[in-house]
């Protein structure tokens, strides 16, 4: 599936299918069942009162938890993590607070006995191989991409892929940058990606900060790749603005 970003570059993502979500079910409620059953052991040497804690917290535990891990670990519980897929907003975007509450409540209809069934049958008949939370809150559960070794790379060393052409840093610096073949659509997009980097995906952001820095690359001259492709896309565009 290919979703077109705010700055015009196409971001590709897999829809994860029933296979794959099932299996990261399983061993999400592993884990929900392992808490439950350590609470259910300290609640029972408080008698009523200690039964009474355990059927809140067991209940918190099993809508709460995916709600936090999603909206904290960007897009993943456990089981996603492990299985290698997590959950985005249907454009892309990094999922929010409110729709991954959204997508947990409703998750209390699907694993209900017969009701599930319903979750499942919508993963299957849906193109993007959504269920009914991914439907009410405008979400869409997706593989890791293939590439995130290289992506990691990248942030690791904070520089552009290797076998980029690499223009020679002029001195002094902003004296002898050359952007003038830097166009007003390339502009508008390497601001747009800078004004919502924060709101994107580690591995969306990366990929297209990359991909900006590639199309920019080969119309300036003298600026310096330091840093990588973020920190290359903040120098044209603050070098452009005082053109």
Known sequence: ???????????????????????????????????????????????????????????????????ISEATFGGRTIGKRIVGIRTV?????????????????????????????????????????????????????????????RRREFQRHGQLEVGWPIPPVLSPEHAGWDVSGVGPEDLVGARSFLARRHQIDPYHRAELADRLAKELLPKVAGVPLDGGPEAFLERVVAARADR
Request: aromatic share 6%; proline share 2%.
């Open 1 to 67: 599936m290919t979703l077109a970003s705010a700055e015009g570059i196409d971001i590709d993502l897999r829809p994860a299918g029933i296979g794959s979500r099932g299996a990261a079910q399983a061993i999400d409620l592993a884990v929900e069942l392992l808490v439950v059953m350590v609470f259910s052991w300290v609640a029972g040497t408080f008698g009523a009162i200690g039964a009474a804690w355990f059927a809140v917290i067991g209940f918190l535990t099993l809508v709460g938890y995916p709600i």
């Open 89 to 149: 907003a249907d454009d892309g975007a990094a999922v929010t607070f409110m729709a991954a509450a959204i997508r947990g409540i409703v998750r209390i209809i699907d694993l209900m006995p017969g009701v599930g069934l319903v979750g499942a049958i919508s993963i299957l008949a849906t193109s993007r191989s959504q269920r009914l939370g991914d439907l009410v809150a405008g979400t869409l559960v997706v593989h890791e991409s293939t590439d995130r070794s």
